[in-house]
Structures are given as structure tokens and as C-alpha cells.
């Protein structure tokens, strides 16, 4: 056995060897014509042989040609196919821009489609701008809600679950960097401004070995770098927000900066009024900032230094209140409120040091914050009394990476690298104050968990190996060490997926992967507040598990039309819920005390028709699947069905062109009610007793008329369907032809169904909740 | 343009009105809910308790629209069994009817004298109810071992402190089960007369009567705080309650259990008129797993009512129908201390 694993070593070796000794490397970067803006993911492949590969997240590329191979065709959504010649027989760097196709016009062919990884999604941007965008917000998170697999985790909310998952195991990059807050508003609207999206991927199964740290998702989003050629200025008005991007070059176009910003402006619109008539003043609101700065040393090396944050912040100051205590004239002021958000700060540097070897350096910091407090502030006479309670939860992360890419030859690809992050956790403290208005004494407690740190350690590697015009694998390996003062854990996950090319365009692909998430988040079931509670991995609550396999048949046709059939298998461990019976505003000292461990598992089958390009694009999908949990002291250790379980979803999205400068988007979805608990019997007696107890003990029992739900989730809410509409025009500027406009109108939930947000039964009658019923909105964007 | 801006305005306004509407709050309406045809179950919670007998109290549960409710009962045919077959127990159990109530619960107590055989520790018993108009309702439960209470004690941390620490010493029958904990106090007030002699007339003011008193925290919790057990029991103090503890962290060993209890104010011409004794006493029983887990839930449950936030309770149910109880429990092995010092043990206003 061993003799025969040296011999297959050696031969590969040698194989390789012999493979690339044939071969003259080409390299370079795709970018925009116009901008300059790299494209990441576009497809490079040569067409007398019928090989390719892909641009990486800096839209740059490697591939090996044979010597008497002279030509490359790329090419990428939305944007004219380009035939590149090369006579040059040695090693070549090039920049190809690319030019944009504004007009949409059917396809010819698109890409090499072979060497596309089938596990990860691109979202074209045309798609995610173009869907009608609810208030006139336009959300990437909403856009992936509608692929397959992918589901809201409630109506208008930007929060989504994967496979059955649950939100907070989806892994957001922004930029590489991992947020852990992505949504504005209670969850309504995702906190990535579309303005500064570059591109966006996403995945969900055979997820290489490179992403890590959540069970079931990545979003890849990459926000842009900056016009290389031209100042740009972006404005946008909405009935939310308002938004910026401005961006450009600076010196010798060898540095560009991009800085872009949106924030709601309800709470200004209202606040004259309140200014006027002196009411308590209260408001909401919600904002984003990001900012990279890129400069190019040289083609080979990059720095870009990027800033991020997200603030929501709810508001509510009373006017002050007057009234007598014990004859004396008592003023009362009360402060409450809610905020929570996201800082992001990061430097990287990225290097090619040949034409088959590309790295990237990073260094950041990655912060989420939540708070609650209620402050009373009591004056009688010139004393001044405080009340004062508070909520607060944290994490900071501190990290750094290393990402290498290999290219030895036209059908290899080793990605590799190592990473390191200190995880530091405030989970959840909460803190009361109390100054005593007769007596003066002050009490000062502080309750919740002591702040942790969690060191993470990754090493990694996978390996892209076309084994023949036939049969292609990706075999990726990642270890991780977790360590605390608690905790130490070392925890493997292999990754192995493959894909048989059958016939031109169609495949059959197969994987297995291992996933791991060393922190929890809590959440509640009933709410959508910012209640989320992050947790780090302890002894007694390990790091969540998962194994998922599956297999995906594809077929794209040449003119750009896309099938796929999925199916999966999803196994959970070490999954975290609050126990029956404890409250999201429980005074409980600690989190463990309201917490449960258990497990998951989630199948189902995934149906996708997506044409992408063209005047008329869009996708059909539709998802059959169940996801259930089973935890010992949950539903009596019964197993039971996930909230976030859908038996049938399924959307239809939409978008055409009908004249030069309009556009009309729609989208249709569909899926079953989510499970949710309702009472089935109500008990009007039962009680144990203790006869003879020198104490009279008597037990506790149910009090009368208690409601008593026979399991978990035991009911559904009805189907959930919803029309939206959008027309985008683009309005010229006679004058200044540079400049656009684009008027949009949306309209959300066209024919005005109020589908259910929950149901409950207060003891008297049955309620349902509808949140929103037609929503028309508009905005105005202005580009110069 | 200037009729597109002129639109678009009025257009903007309306939205903007719709969407502070719509944002500020959601739609709640009532709904007509067709809840079907609502079988009635019949609802058991029985207790054996070892060496005395079988507490039973059956009722019907009702639609939870009060709409739908079962046949009177009346009686109940009662088989209690082991699960060779042995019948300890077969009759029918009448019930005391009242016009007006009579789906609520009815009690009675079958008397350990009543039983054919008796059965022994660590038995499996087999409980099977049968009302007219309900299905048979079915459950089993095992007899926990009995808990042996060695030695109580109370002392303050230090003189001037408002709190009183009480060590319960007890040997935990190893793999019996869990624990059911019950606390009482009573009080004996001796009322200081100086212009008679130096001595002291005594009056019992409370005429024997017991009262709860209130841990300061919870027994377990502060017992083995680091324990993975502990942090699993849902423990409340702002609870009227016994406290249930389980087995998970005993070991078959011998054990001190503290509790914590605070003192009530007391008033300077109290203090200085009045003297005060009080009797603490200890009751530990051993609980069948069932018992633990029905009484854990049914806190709960308590513990939640009118919190709109709270995730839902499954009441815990071991009975074929999963509605009702059947658990059993041994003991108690008590232990009292006498207080002299003076101190008032603070009591729970709600206890007896």
C-alpha cells in the first residue's frame, strides 16, 4: 500500500514537472476599460484547446500556455468578450481591459463554462440593482434570499439561513474581512451600500478550504477600489436614506480612493417638529461608511487600506416630567435607547512574485457592538438622583492572514495560507445603578459573563487539479486551533469535492465538506430585535459542527442559459438555543443559564434555471427541503422542526429592458408558512401533593388554566406569496452627456397580501400579525 | 421636469407617510382559527409516594377556546403494576362531584394499606387510569433510593451581616435520581417583660404555624457553582417554590448543601423589647427523574406567565397521551437548627 502511494507520488511529481517545463506562463490582471476597476471572477480560456480558469478577487489571473498556443479569449457578464494574441514565446504579464456592454444585447458565448467552481454563486450586479428594492433600499442580502437553498428569516428582513442553517452561520467577507452584524433597521435592511458593491459570491456547498469559521455559508462581497481614470461622484435620494460614493484617482493614477456613505434621514425629517411643540423627542436612525484607499507601488504590489462601519441607534428622551414626592416638587428624565454596529479597519498588501505565484497580507480589526441602556435621572430641589440599567455586548477582533496562490500548470491550482485571529468577547454584561433618593446609597452591579479571548489559528490549503478534459477535483484541507483560557481544541476539516464533464456545458459534481463555527450566536425565536448575543466556544458549549454532502447536475447552454438540479445533506452538532422559558429581557446573571445544546439536520433538493444575460434575465428556483433540530431538553428531547424551515420556496426574478434607458424588474416568491408554537390543550386542575409533610410541602403544579403546547413549532403559518415591481430610467442629461441619472420606483408587495408574521393566542382570542402591506417607494441616483 | 418633480414630491410625501405608518408599528388583528375537532384527554398527575401511597388528581383539558371540553368524571379505574405483571393495585377510585366544576380536577389518595403487594426501591411502576368517555392514559416511573440528611447547621459569616449560611450534610445514594428540597421556619417570639423579673414571659405569636423561608440563592448554584450540572436547573429566586436539584453532580458521596438566607429588618424597639427563637427545619427527598422533570418545566411555566418574549415551554409529561405526570418520591430525611440569637429569618410573604 505504501509502496504504491510513493509510486503515485512520484509519478505526479514528475508528471508535473514534465507538464510545466512545456509550458509559457500568461498573467495579468483584468480590469474595466473604463474605470480601471479590476473584475474578479471573469473567465480567461483558450479556445484550441479548451481549457481556462479565473481571475481571483483581485481580478488577477495565471494560466500556462504550450508554446504553440498563442491566444486567450476573456470574458465576464456584462461586459464584450476579448481575443487577446501573444507572440511572445517567454513568460508574459498583461493588463486586459474590458469593455462594458451597455447594451445588453444577447450573448454570444460567455465563458469557457468548465472551469467555473460550480459550488460558488456570482450575483451579477445588474441583478442585485435592478430588483425592486423595498423603501427604495437596495439589498444584496435580499437579492440571495431569492437563489435556492437561501431563505429570509422573516418577511422584509435582510437576515437569510442557508440549507438549514441559521443566520449566524454565514460567513460576510467585506473585503476578506468577516462582519458580524449585516443588517440595518432590526434586520430590514442589509448594511452593504450597493453603491460601493465590486462583486458578490456567494456559497454554499464544496466551499474551499480558504473560507472557514461558519457551518453552512460565504458571502465574498468586494466593494470598490476606485476609478483608476476619472474623478467619480455618486448621490442618491431615497425615502430611507440618502447615499455617496465618491471616488477616483489621485497622483499618477497610481493611487485611487474610494469613500462611500449612506444614512437614513427619517429622524431629520421629524425632528423640526419636534423641536417646534417640545414632545419628548425620539427617532431612529441608521448609517454606513466605508473608505478604501489603494496605491500601486508597482504592477506586482498593491497596499490598499480599507475603514468600514455600520451604526444603528435608536433614540428616546422624555421631556421632563414633573410631580410631588412627600410635598416636595420632583423633575423626572428619562433616556433610553438602543445602538449596536460594526468597525472594520484594514490593511493589506498583495504581491505577485512571478507570474505563478500571487499573495495577499492582511492585518485587521473587525469590531461588533450592541447596547441597551434606560437612564432616569431624577432632580428634587439641587439633588440629583440616577437610575440607571444597561445591556451590553461585544466582540473585537484582531487578525492577521496570509493567502497564497500557486499556479503550476493549466490544470492546477494550490491555494494556501495561514491565518490568525484573537476573538475577544464582552457577551453580554448588564449593569444597574441606583443612587436611593431618601438615603443617598448607591448600588452599582454588574452581571454576566467575565470578557474572553479566543485565539484562532488556520492553516490551509486546496488544491484546483483538472485530472482530464473529463474529470476535475478540488481537494482542500483545513486545521484549526482554538485556545483559551477554557478551551483547547485542534479541529481538521477536510473538503473534497469533484465534477465529471459529460457532454459541452454539462457536468455532474459530487462533495463533501467539513465545517466549523467556534462561536454561537443566541437568538431569540420570538424577536427580531437586536437581541443577538454572541458567544464564544467553552467546554460546555463546543464548537458547532457540520457535514454536508451533495451532488449538483449542471448544463449551461452557449447562449448563456443556466440548469442545475442540487441535492444535500446537512448534519449539525453542538447547535445553540435559548431553553423553553427563558426571555430575551431575563435578568439571568449568565448566558449558559438560558441556553441549550443540540443538534440539526437539514435535506432537501434544489431546482435553478438562471439566464443571465440578455435584455430579459433572471432565474427561476425553486427548493424542497426540511430542516429540523433536536436538542434533549427542548420539545421534551423530541425532535421538532427548525422556525427557519420552509418546505416549499421558491421566487421568480425578473429583469427586462424594453427601451434603451428602461428598465423593469419583478420579483414573485413563494414559500410555506415557518413553523411557529401554538397551545393545543388548556388544563383546569392537576396538582401533587405531599400528605404528612411536618411542612405541608405541596408541589408545584400547573396553575389553572394552563396552556399547554403538546411539542415545539407544532403549527405553520399560512403560504407566504408576494409580487414586487421596479422600473429603473435612466434618464440622459442633455447638457452634460458624462452625466446620469436613474429614477427608480419600486413597489413592494404589489397586490397588497398581508401574509403572517406570527400567530399567537393571548388567552382570550387568536391574533395574526401582517408587517407590510404594498409599499411603494422612489429614488433618485445622480452620477458625475 | 418641473411636472415630473411636482409628481415626484407628492408621490415622495405619501410614501414617506405610508412608510412612517408602516414602520412605527405592524398590523395585529384577531383571526378566526377553525382549531378543528378537539379530543378532550384526560389529565393525570399522580405521585407515589413511598411506603404511604398514590396522590392522584385527573381532569380533563379543554380546547383553548373553552369551547370543547370532555364528560364529567366521576370515577376512575386505577391499575397500578410492575412490569413482570404483578398488580399492586386495581379499583375503581370514586370522586366528590360538584355541580358547578366539574371539569376541574379531582382529588384523592390511595392509601399504601390499599395495595395488594407493596413495592419495593428502585421498582418500576406502572400506572394505567381509565375515565368513562377518555382513552386510557398510561405511565410509568421509578422508586428513587432515599436520601439520608445527616446533620444541620446555621451560622453568619460574621456577627453584624444580614445573612444566615445553613450547611445541610446528607450522603447521596449514588445513581438514585434527584432532589426535592423543602425549607421551613418557625418562629417562637419571646416578648421581654423587665418590670416584672429577670424572668422572661414566652408567647408563641404564630400559633405553630410554618412559613417558607426564601434562599438567597439557589442551593446547587451556590453549593458547586462550577459544576455542569448546576447551570442546568432553572433556578429562580423571585420564585415561590421547593427547590428540585439533580442528581447529575453527586457522586454516591457524602455532601454539604448551603443555602443562604437572609434576614429580615428588624426594628430597633424590637430589638430591644422582643427576643426571638426560630426552628429552621430541612425536609430532602429523592425524586423520580419524572418527578424532576415535570416539576422543572412547571416552574418554568410559571416563570414566564405574561411574558410575551418568552420562548414556549413543552410541560414535561411521561403519560402515553403526554398530557399529566406520574413520578414518585421517597423520604423526607429532615434535620432542623434552632436560631437563638435573635434573628428573624426572612419568610415568603406568599408561603403558609
Redesign the interface.
Known amino acids: 500500500m505504501r509502496t504504491n502511494l510513493l509510486f503515485l507520488v512520484c509519478y505526479f511529481l514528475i508528471f508535473c514537472q514534465y507538464s510545466f517545463s512545456q509550458t509559457k506562463s500568461i498573467s495579468g490582471f483584468i480590469r474595466d476599460s473604463s474605470s480601471g476597476e479590476k473584475l474578479v471572477n471573469a473567465n480567461v480560456f483558450a479556445l484550441d484547446n479548451r481549457f481556462g480558469t479565473v481571475s481571483n478577487n483581485e481580478g488577477y489571473f495565471s494560466i500556462a500556455l504550450k508554446e504553440n498556443q498563442n491566444q486567450l479569449t476573456f470574458s465576464y457578464i456584462g461586459y464584450k468578450s476579448k481575443l487577446v494574441k501573444f507572440n511572445n514565446k517567454l513568460d508574459t504579464m498583461v493588463f486586459v481591459d474590458m469593455e462594458s456592454d451597455l447594451m445588453l444585447e444577447e450573448v454570444k458565448v460567455t465563458a469557457n463554462r468548465r472551469f467555473r467552481n460550480s459550488s460558488i454563486t456570482e450575483i451579477p450586479l445588474m441583478q442585485i440593482k435592478m430588483a425592486p428594492a423595498m423603501l427604495g433600499e437596495v439589498d444584496v442580502f435580499k437579492t440571495l434570499q431569492m437563489l435556492p437553498g437561501v431563505k429570509n428569516t422573516r418577511e422584509g428582513f435582510s437576515g437569510f439561513v442557508v440549507r438549514g442553517g441559521s443566520p449566524d452561520q454565514n460567513l460576510i467577507l467585506i473585503d476578506d474581512i468577516p462582519i458580524y452584524n449585516s443588517s440595518h433597521y432590526y434586520g430590514l435592511f442589509s448594511v452593504i451600500n450597493d453603491n460601493a458593491l465590486q462583486s458578490v459570491r456567494f456559497m454554499k456547498g464544496a466551499i474551499p478550504a480558504r473560507f472557514g469559521g461558519r457551518l453552512s455559508s460565504v458571502v465574498d462581497i468586494t466593494l470598490k477600489e476606485g476609478n483608476q481614470k476619472k474623478k467619480e461622484k455618486e448621490i442618491e435620494i431615497g425615502l430611507m436614506s440618502s447615499s455617496f460614493l465618491l471616488n477616483g484617482p489621485l497622483k499618477n493614477c497610481k493611487t485611487t480612493y474610494s469613500i462611500s456613505g449612506r444614512r437614513s434621514i427619517l429622524d431629520l425629517l421629524v425632528l423640526p417638529y419636534f423641536l417646534v411643540v417640545n414632545k419628548p423627542r425620539g427617532g431612529y436612525y441608521f448609517g454606513d461608511l466605508s473608505a478604501k484607499l489603494i496605491h500601486n507601488f508597482s504592477p506586482k504590489d498593491k497596499l490598499s487600506l480599507s475603514f468600514f462601519t455600520s451604526k444603528d441607534k435608536r433614540f428616546d428622551v422624555s421631556g421632563r416630567q414633573e410631580y410631588e414626592y412627600k410635598g416636595v416638587r420632583v423633575e423626572m428624565k428619562r433616556d433610553q435607547g438602543y445602538k449596536w454596529g460594526n468597525y472594520i479597519l484594514a490593511a493589506k498588501w498583495n504581491r505577485i512574485q512571478n507570474p505563478k505565484l500571487a499573495f495577499n497580507n492582511s492585518i485587521y480589526l473587525s469590531s461588533f457592538f450592541l447596547e441597551r441602556h434606560i437612564r432616569d435621572k431624577v432632580t428634587e430641589q439641587s439633588k440629583e438622583y440616577r437610575n440607571e440599567s444597561s445591556f451590553e455586548s461585544n466582540i473585537l477582533d484582531f487578525g492577521i492572514r496570509s493567502d497564497w496562490q500557486y499556479y503550476p500548470h493549466n490544470s492546477h491550482r494550490l491555494n494556501f495560507g495561514i491565518a490568525t485571529t484573537n476573538h475577544y468577547f464582552k457577551p453580554g454584561v448588564s449593569v444597574f445603578y441606583d443612587k436611593n433618593i431618601e438615603t443617598g446609597e448607591t448600588v452599582n452591579n454588574s452581571y454576566g459573563d467575565l470578557p474572553a479571548n479566543l485565539l484562532e489559528s488556520v492553516g490551509y490549503f486546496d488544491y484546483d487539479l483538472s485530472v482530464s478534459r473529463f474529470l476535475s477535483l478540488n481537494a482542500g484541507f483545513r486545521l484549526t486551533a482554538i485556545s483559551s483560557s477554557a478551551i483547547n481544541f485542534i479541529i481538521p476539516e477536510p473538503r473534497l469535492s469533484g465534477t465529471l464533464h459529460l457532454l459541452d456545458g454539462a457536468s455532474l459534481s459530487a462533495y463533501y465538506m467539513k465545517t466549523n463555527q467556534y462561536f454561537h450566536l443566541l437568538r431569540s425565536s420570538i424577536l427580531e430585535l437586536p437581541t443577538d448575543l454572541w458567544l464564544p466556544a467553552s467546554s460546555d458549549f463546543p464548537p458547532e459542527k457540520a457535514r454536508q454532502f451533495g451532488f449538483d447536475a449542471n448544463y449551461q447552454t452557449k447562449t448563456g442559459l443556466e440548469f442545475s438540479i442540487a441535492g444535500y445533506y446537512k448534519n449539525m452538532e453542538n447547535l445553540l438555543e435559548y431553553r423553553e422559558g427563558s426571555s430575551v429581557f431575563s435578568t439571568k446573571s449568565e448566558w449558559k443559564e438560558v441556553t441549550e445544546i443540540g443538534n440539526g439536520t437539514s435535506y432537501g433538493s434544489e431546482f435553478f434555471f438562471h439566464k443571465k444575460e440578455g435584455r430579459l434575465n433572471g432565474w427561476i428556483s425553486y427548493t424542497l427541503s426540511w430542516a429540523k433540530r433536536h436538542f434533549e431538553q427542548v420539545n421534551s428531547g423530541r425532535e421538532y422542526y427548525s422556525s427557519f424551515d420552509k418546505r416549499h420556496d421558491g421566487s421568480i426574478v425578473a429583469n427586462y429592458q424594453f427601451k434603451k434607458n428602461w428598465n423593469i424588474g419583478a420579483n414573485w416568491i413563494f414559500n410555506t408558512g415557518t413553523p411557529y408554537s401554538m397551545p393545543v390543550h388548556d388544563v383546569v386542575g392537576g396538582s401533587i401533593s405531599i400528605p404528612d409533610s411536618d411542612v405541608k410541602g405541596s408541589l408545584t403544579r400547573p396553575t389553572l388554566n394552563t396552556l399547554v403546547y403538546d411539542q415545539k413549532n407544532n403549527y405553520r403559518l399560512p403560504s407566504y406569496h408576494r409580487l414586487d415591481l421596479g422600473v429603473h430610467y435612466n434618464k440622459p442629461v442633455k447638457k452634460h452627456p458624462e452625466r446620469e441619472q436613474v429614477w427608480s420606483l419600486s413597489i413592494f408587495n404589489v397586490y397588497n397580501r398581508h401574509n403572517a408574521f406570527n400567530r399567537y393566542f393571548n388567552g382570550v382570542y387568536y391574533g395574526e400579525a401582517s408587517l407590510f402591506g404594498i409599499l411603494p417607494s422612489v429614488s433618485y441616483k445622480l452620477k458625475f | 421636469m418641473k411636472r415630473l418633480m411636482v409628481l415626484?414630491l407628492i408621490?415622495?410625501s405619501?410614501?414617506?407617510i405610508?412608510?412612517?405608518d408602516?414602520?412605527s408599528d405592524?398590523?395585529?388583528?384577531?383571526?378566526?382559527?377553525d382549531?378543528g375537532d378537539y379530543k378532550p384527554?384526560l389529565?393525570v398527575?399522580?405521585?407515589y409516594?413511598h411506603q404511604?401511597g398514590i396522590?392522584l388528581?385527573?381532569?380533563?383539558?379543554?380546547?383553548?377556546d373553552?369551547l370543547q371540553r370532555g364528560p364529567e368524571i366521576k370515577s376512575a379505574k386505577v391499575v397500578l403494576a410492575k412490569p413482570n405483571g404483578q398488580i399492586l393495585f386495581d379499583d375503581l377510585v370514586e370522586f366528590t362531584i360538584t355541580s358547578l366544576d366539574y371539569?376541574?380536577?379531582?382529588?384523592n389518595?390511595i392509601d399504601i394499606n390499599k395495595f395488594k403487594f407493596k413495592p419495593n426501591l428502585n421498582d418500576t411502576l406502572l400506572l394505567s387510569v381509565k375515565v368513562d368517555g377518555y382513552d386510557i392514559v398510561k405511565g410509568q416511573t421509578t422508586i428513587p433510593a432515599l436520601v439520608n440528611a445527616t446533620k444541620l447547621t446555621a451560622q453568619k459569616y460574621k456577627a453584624d451581616e444580614v445573612m444566615y449560611r445553613f450547611i445541610l450534610q446528607f450522603n447521596d445514594p449514588k445513581e438514585v435520581g434527584n432532589y426535592?428540597l423543602?425549607?421551613?421556619v418557625y418562629y417562637l417570639t419571646t416578648i421581654r417583660t423587665r418590670q416584672l423579673s429577670p424572668t422572661f414571659i414566652k408567647r408563641d405569636t404564630l400559633s405553630s404555624a410554618?412559613r417558607?423561608v426564601v434562599p438567597n440563592g439557589d442551593p446547587v448554584f451556590d453549593f458547586m457553582p462550577n459544576v455542569?450540572s448546576s447551570?442546568?436547573e432553572?433556578f429562580d429566586i423571585s420564585l415561590t417554590?421547593?427547590r428540585i436539584f439533580s442528581d447529575k453532580g453527586f457522586n454516591g458521596s457524602g455532601y454539604g448543601l448551603k443555602i443562604e438566607v437572609p434576614l429580615e429588618y428588624i426594628s430597633p424597639y424590637d430589638a430591644e423589647t422582643h427576643i426571638y427563637e426560630s426552628e429552621y427545619?430541612l425536609?430532602l427527598?429523592c425524586i423520580s427523574k419524572e418527578?424532576f422533570e415535570?416539576?422543572k418545566?412547571?416552574?418554568?411555566?410559571?416563570?414566564?406567565?405574561g411574558?410575551?418574549?418568552?420562548?414556549?415551554?413543552?410541560?414535561?409529561?411521561n403519560m402515553s397521551n403526554?398530557?399529566?405526570?406520574f413520578?414518585a418520591?421517597n423520604g423526607?430525611s429532615?434535620q432542623k437548627v434552632i436560631i437563638e440569637r435573635g434573628d428573624w429569618l426572612r419568610f415568603d410573604k406568599n408561603g403558609?
Open positions: 415626484s408621490v415622495c405619501l410614501c414617506f405610508s412608510c412612517d408602516i414602520l405592524y398590523e395585529s388583528k384577531s383571526i378566526r382559527y382549531i384527554e389529565c398527575y399522580a405521585n409516594i404511604k396522590s388528581d385527573v381532569s380533563s383539558t379543554i380546547s383553548i373553552f371539569h376541574k380536577s379531582k382529588s389518595f426535592y423543602v425549607s421551613s410554618t417558607y455542569k447551570t442546568k432553572p417554590k421547593p427545619e425536609e427527598y418527578l415535570g416539576q418545566s412547571s416552574y418554568m411555566h410559571q416563570t414566564i406567565d411574558d410575551i418574549y418568552a420562548e414556549p415551554i413543552i410541560l414535561y409529561s403526554k398530557v399529566g405526570l413520578g418520591i423526607p429532615k403558609f
